[in-house]
């Protein structure tokens, strides 16, 4: 949590980027983690907004977003205005009748595959790109969708590769965000007493000196990026 704190404190002393707005955009591979990553950094944050570019794509237009997302949430937000959109759903594939409302605040974080693309960052103040090569971020992708999404997968795997091969985002990364795993040591209390026969446990598995085995947690470390200037 130190470096999500840390980072909060960066983004906070960051100048406004997007009318009153400082635009946080976190890049990466699919299934690289930006949700779940950006969700904690949010936290860390105060509960700063999340914009999802997967609300600005379709099945057709799986990146030509970039106008879209534009017209509708960055151009009112710079004018220090409120931002409505329609998100795309993804089972009915069809933009939802309902209209969300963005009103501008200190901290807005974009995530999603092109978020730091070249239309998109004259509004960002910070770009993070989260380091996991392609092939281990899309097998991890799939994995987490099923087999029912194979299909959709082939499809996204040539698009993804032939956007970052036209339109790069890495190289303009402020920072890389590698996302590591840390276990807890174990605690050290002594093991609780045993539950009565039929009874149903609670607890999570056990290690064999009887101790709680903790559940492994994510944690990042940040690494300078910026290849080449924006």
């Known amino acids: 949590m130190d470096t999500l704190n840390a980072l909060a404190r960066r983004i906070r002393a960051l100048p406004p980027s997007c009318g009153p707005v400082r635009l946080v955009a976190v890049d990466g591979h699919a299934g690289s983690g930006k949700t779940t990553f950006a969700n904690r ?17 379709t099945h057709e237009e799986l990146f030509a977003w970039a106008g ?10 710079a004018r220090g205005g409120t931002a409505r959109y329609a998100a795309y759903d993804w ?16 901290v807005i974080l974009i995530e999603g595959v092109g978020s730091g693309r070249r239309a998109l960052r004259p509004y960002l103040a910070l770009l993070l790109w989260m380091e996991l090569p392609a092939d281990a971020a899309w097998a991890r992708g799939e994995r987490r969708d099923g087999p ?9 795997r040539r698009a993804e590769w032939a956007h970052f091969a036209d339109d790069p985002s890495l190289p303009y990364a402020d920072a890389r965000v590698r996302q590591v795993r840390r276990t807890p040591e174990p605690s050290k209390a002594p093991k609780p007493p045993e539950e009565p026969a039929g009874s149903e446990g609670t607890e999570g598995p056990e290690s064999p000196e009887g101790r709680m085995v903790p559940a492994r947690q994510e944690a990042y470390e940040v690494l300078e990026g910026r290849v080449v200037d924006r």
């Open 41 to 57: 950094l949010a936290a860390a944050l105060g509960g700063a907004p999340v914009l999802h570019t997967d609300d600005f794509a």
């Open 68 to 77: 879209r997302l534009r017209g509708q949430v960055l151009e009112p937000l």
């Open 91 to 106: 089972v009915a594939r069809r933009f939802a009748d309902e209209v969300r409302e963005l009103r501008p605040a200190p």
């Open 148 to 156: 029912d999404l194979s299909d959709f997968w082939e499809g996204w």
